[in-house]
């Protein structure tokens, strides 16, 4: 069975490919179709884009497709960036800019006050039926200083606290068994298993 994953982000994809790659699907990516609209994710949650980039594309290939949305809350800054995580300081995708940005606004705030969770909403959507929804969601704390060369985004300044070290830090297979997005992937899969 071919899966269609809704996202433009290699990182994101390629994840995606490593969690996926013992299920039998075929993984591709939106660089397999020749015309791909831009969706503006303009929802409120992640839900809400996640349901609105995997139901659009599902209808539009005519294939099943997952889609997620998925970014920082940071609990000091009120949940930012949250669902603007990609394009927090402007630009979509600029990791460098987003981390510095996300780095002046918590300038001098003690760790105890990094608290901060990766949180993913990600939606399975056949071509002719409403999606489903799946969570995950990883609470760490925001560093001062990049750790770590793996990962992207926000990866190498996300600590995560039981492990003593960031994403960027941690082996792939120790980062997708329990990041965010590894655990909304999980509960899509025991669906698509059930397909």
């Not at 994710?41 to 290939?61: H, I, Q, V, W, Y």
């Amino acid at each position: 069975m071919q899966l269609l994953v809704a996202t433009g982000n290699q990182g994101k994809l390629k994840e995606i490919r490593l969690l996926l790659a013992a299920s039998g699907l075929e993984v591709v990516g939106l660089d397999s179709l020749s015309a791909v609209p831009q969706i503006e994710e303009d929802g409120a949650t992640f839900a809400a884009n996640a349901l609105k980039k995997g139901e659009t594309m599902a209808r539009l290939s005519g294939c099943l497709t997952l889609a997620d949305d998925s970014g920082l809350e940071v609990d000091a800054l009120g949940g930012a960036p949250g669902v603007h995580s990609a394009r927090y300081a402007g630009i979509q995708g600029d990791d460098d800019a987003n981390n510095r940005k996300l780095l002046v606004a918590l300038k001098g705030l003690p760790r105890e006050h990094r608290r901060a969770a990766f949180v993913c909403a990600m939606a399975l959507c056949p071509p002719d039926a409403p999606g489903q929804l799946f969570f995950g969601r990883l609470p760490g704390i925001i560093l001062d200083e990049a750790r770590g060369s793996g990962g992207f985004g926000y990866d190498p300044f996300f600590l995560v606290t039981e492990y003593g070290q960031t994403l960027a830090e941690l082996p792939v297979e120790t980062k997708n068994r329990i990041s965010h997005r590894g655990q909304a992937l999980r509960q899509a899969l025991e669906v698509l298993q059930r397909m």
